[in-house]
């Protein structure tokens, strides 16, 4: 008998990886969407295994529709990857992020406890949490303390707290999965890594002649959103629920970023089209972001198969293909 598996916020970047990945594995997979008003536009990442997922409209700050789902499926395991999921919207949007990102958490859990408490629950944290506190090392990792600067860090930290205490109060199987900024050509474009490879593209190809960013000094440890579902999954097949940081190890800038595309595609003159926008900088910002993912590596065997270089330039592949189509 197949396993099943419930994916909330399937339809994003995340969400549409697993989902792939799960059918790979012979799951019964199903999703659960927020209701959009264009519908059209609401599953195109998932096209290549739409036929073979089971959709249902939820959300989580409707604990009855997760109920609802949860009576409906009884899935083996849980990945709960639904959030609003802008760090920088964040601060636009604080209390319809605490609603979605920290009692949304709230709302699964509780409903797991009373639906089906055998499931094994991954819920998505995140490097946010840690704001800028480091270890002397230059790391962030898994005992690294935490001190969000961001209403969208604050309510992720509040929603790993959440999983930890139902795990020791209710003995339910939830591991949280501290993932450091990950991406891929479905990235939404309003983050920065597709927003610059995209730009770069259209300036290569005469449709843009500028690109606008805020903190080119930001450092983020990025890695590919392909990898990291991997390890979502296992640490559900991992023997007893526990805490992970999934990263790369490696740290860049945002100039970093813009250097590496724009190089790759052999733009000449290319530092004059940069230009800082100050809508785009954070009211705090985060400084560094470097994980330490050995524990990951160590206990449940995960390896990468991206570098930073790959990752961009599949993204840049990507919108070289698209705007050459269309």
Known sequence: MKKKALITGINGQDGSY?????????????????????????T??????????????????????????LNQVKPDEIYNLAAQSHVRISFDQPIYTAQVVAVG?????EAVRLICPKAKIYQASSSEMFGNNIDEDGFQRESTPMSPVSPYGC???????????????????????????????????????????????????????????????AARDWGHAKDYVKCMWLMLQH??????????????????????????????NWEQLIKQDKRFLRAEELDVL????????????????????????????YWLEFYNKN
Request: glycine share 4%; proline share 2%.
């Open 18 to 42: 697993l989902a792939e990945f799960l059918i790979e594995k012979d799951y019964e997979v199903y999703g659960v969407l927020k209701r959009n008003s264009v519908a059209e536009n609401q």
């Open 44 to 69: 195109a990442r998932l096209d290549s295994v739409f036929s073979q997922l089971n959709l249902e409209y939820a959300d989580m700050t409707d604990m009855s529709s997760l109920i609802r789902v």
């Open 105 to 109: 958490v709230m709302n699964l859990l």
């Open 155 to 217: 309510a992720k930290v509040f929603g790993y707290n959440l999983v930890r205490n139902y795990r020791n109060s209710y003995n339910l199987f939830a591991s949280n999965g501290i993932l450091f900024n990950h991406e891929s050509p479905r990235r939404g474009t309003n983050f920065v890594t597709n927003k610059v490879a995209k730009e770069a593209v259209r300036i290569k190809m005469g449709l843009s002649k500028e690109l606008k960013l805020g903190n080119l000094n």
């Open 239 to 268: 023997k007893k629920p526990d805490d992970f940081v999934v990263s790369t190890g490696k740290s860049h800038t945002v100039q970093d970023l813009v250097n590496y595309v724009f190089n790759s595609l052999e733009i000449p």
């Open 290 to 317: 470097r994980g330490d993912c050995s524990k990951a590596k160590e206990i449940l065997s995960w390896k990468h198969e991206y570098t930073f270089e790959t990752m961009l330039d599949e993204m840049v592949e």
